[in-house]
């Protein structure tokens, strides 16, 4: 079972494309709705609540757990990585969604930290995600490292995942979506990065406020194909599933349905999580 971790309803984007890209495998879907959002607390926190969900994953029986947050990537992967794992859960796989992202806005694998591509055309690329994943600086010192000719900006986003998890309607979240574009659309960028996984819910909202000369770069099909493509070179982390997908949510069930309008097709029967 592959598990997919956020801390609410967007990591459904990921496990959406997932589903596309991998029919054969079975799922195991987290959203900590009832801590949620995470973009405004303390990297201790994000830490503490991203590994109880990695935990309950891997406890039931998930081998690779996919963090479809950017701000638990962000923030909480590594340590993860490196300090938890290899004791709880030796030969267990945790995984974000950072890595494919920066390899697809560069065209650079993540292997290769300096390339020499001082040809290539300078571009203006704006980050919209959570005040954390901004913070962090991740997205930006990677993709600088790689592709020194894009120039990335980060805009931090407060207050959407809140009202996309709280069922705002369409026009308080395209007038706050406006808002944030608003805010940088004179430094003219060439491309946008919705570097949240809720973002993808809302994305015509985006698009409709961007105009058509802006690249969007959208996570869901990105990371799926990564994925896909890392699962063919590392079969011992797949299962001949039942294609079954199961969702669990520390919140009421109803609740999540009630309130977020956006989810996608198939993913909307939460179970709740009782520990
Ligand atoms: N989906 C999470 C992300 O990708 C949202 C984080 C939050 O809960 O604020 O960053």
Not at 159 to 164: M, S, Y
Not at 190 to 214: R, S
Request: hydrophobic fraction near 40%; proline fraction near 6%; aromatic fraction near 6%.
């Amino acid at each position: 079972m592959i598990g997919v971790f956020d801390s609410g309803s967007g990591g459904l984007t990921v496990l959406s494309a997932l589903r596309t890209h991998l029919p054969e495998q079975d799922f195991l879907y987290f959203g900590d709705h009832a801590n949620a959002p995470y973009g405004h607390r303390s990297n201790e926190q994000i830490v503490e609540l991203t590994r109880r969900g990695t935990d309950a994953l891997m406890a039931a029986g998930c081998t690779l757990v996919v963090l479809a947050c950017n701000t638990a990537a962000a923030i909480a992967l590594r340590t993860l990585q490196q300090d938890w794992l290899p004791t709880a859960y030796p030969g267990n796989r945790i995984l974000g969604v950072l890595v494919p992202m920066v390899e697809a806005i560069t065209g650079v694998p993540w292997s290769q930290e300096h390339p020499n591509n001082s040809s290539e055309i300078t571009q203006n690329i704006t980050l919209f995600a959570t005040r954390k994943t901004v913070e962090s600086g991740a997205f930006a010192e990677e993709i600088g490292k790689r592709a020194p000719h894009l120039t990335l900006t980060g805009k931090a986003c407060p207050g959407l995942v809140d009202a996309i998890e709280g069922g705002a309607g369409k026009g308080p979240l395209s007038g706050l979506i406006a808002g944030f574009v608003e805010e940088i659309i004179n430094s003219a960028p060439d491309a946008v990065v919705l570097g949240c996984t809720h973002f993808p819910l809302v994305k015509q909202y985006f698009a409709e406020a961007l105009g058509d000369q802006v690249t969007i770069y959208s996570q869901p099909d990105i990371v799926a194909a990564s994925l896909a493509d890392y699962l063919s070179r590392h079969p011992e982390l797949t299962t001949n599933g039942k294609s079954t997908i199961r969702l669990l949510t520390t919140a009421e069930p109803s609740d999540v349905k009630a309130t977020n309008q956006f989810l996608p097709n198939g993913l909307t029967d939460f179970e709740k999580y009782t520990g």
